[in-house]
């Protein structure tokens, strides 16, 4: 069974200043895909970010980008330049390569992002 | 485009009910999942769905739940009798399915109190 471990429950940084979320897994799979979901108060699951396995370059979204090291099994988020509408909820998930078509997600614990204006 | 579409977005009702969750998938998505949030396990897959066939329900508490997907475009969370501890946020989420490591696009859940 493959576990996410997000160690952060809280975290807090200024407007405009840049923050990295940890998330660690485990797996003993050798494809996998790991996401980071952002959930506002509105309770909605938005998609931030994707990240294949077998790929060594970190994925980037505009102000979100990832530090994929597998062999330590990490995958940390960094916001730069934190804005308002960032506050909210973050989960990193991992997803098994099954083969067949889908499977469901792993999900973290969560980080509890605050923006101080 | 019109993504997930859950409903009732919040059920409130007294324990021994039969409550019934409803999911629209995005059109075209070929894969569904329902998943369950609480402040003390998090979010934990349930049951998911591959063109309408349940696929692995061993994330299903009890008895009490089922799930069907009668057709592409719909799909229903079913607890009967409801118990105070099944009171969460349930999330339908779809997917294309096809090809490895597709996003999982979330509707907005439903939240469930059991009194």
């Known amino acids: 069974a493959q576990t996410v471990t997000q160690s952060q429950p809280e975290m807090s940084v200024q407007e405009a200043e840049t923050v990295t979320l940890s998330c660690t897994y485990d797996?003993?799979?050798?494809?996998?895909?790991l996401f980071w979901y952002k959930q506002p108060p509105s309770r909605q699951m938005i998609l931030v970010i994707r990240?294949?396995?077998?790929?060594?370059q970190n994925a980037t979204e505009n102000r979100f980008s990832v530090n994929f090291q597998k062999a330590a099994k990490s995958f940390s988020l960094k916001i730069s330049d934190s804005q308002l509408g960032d506050a909210a909820m973050y989960f990193c998930?991992?997803?098994?390569?099954?083969?067949?078509?889908?499977?469901?997600?792993?999900f973290g614990k969560g980080t509890h992002l605050i923006i101080q204006p | 485009d019109a993504g997930v579409i859950q409903s009732p977005r919040h059920e409130v009702t007294e324990m021994g009910q039969e409550v019934t969750l409803r999911c629209k998938p995005i059109?075209?998505?070929?894969?569904l999942f329902w998943y369950r949030q609480t402040m003390m396990r998090g979010l934990e897959l349930l049951i998911y769905?591959?063109?309408?066939?349940?696929?692995?329900d061993s994330g299903m508490p009890e008895d009490r739940f089922s799930a069907k997907m009668p057709n592409a475009s719909f799909s229903t969370l079913k607890i009967q009798p409801s118990e105070p501890r099944d009171s969460a946020v349930y999330f339908c989420?779809?997917?294309?399915?096809?090809?490895?490591?597709?996003?999982?696009?979330f509707g907005d859940g439903t939240r469930l109190s059991i009194l």
């Open positions: 797996t003993s799979e050798s494809d996998y895909y």
């Open positions: 989420a779809s997917n294309l399915g096809q090809g490895a490591g597709q996003p999982q696009h």
């Open positions: 998930a991992l997803l098994m390569y099954s083969g067949g078509g889908a499977d469901g997600l792993t």
């Open positions: 769905f591959n063109n309408n066939v349940p696929i692995d």
């Open positions: 059109s075209g998505h070929n894969s």
């Open positions: 990240q294949e396995a077998y790929k060594q």
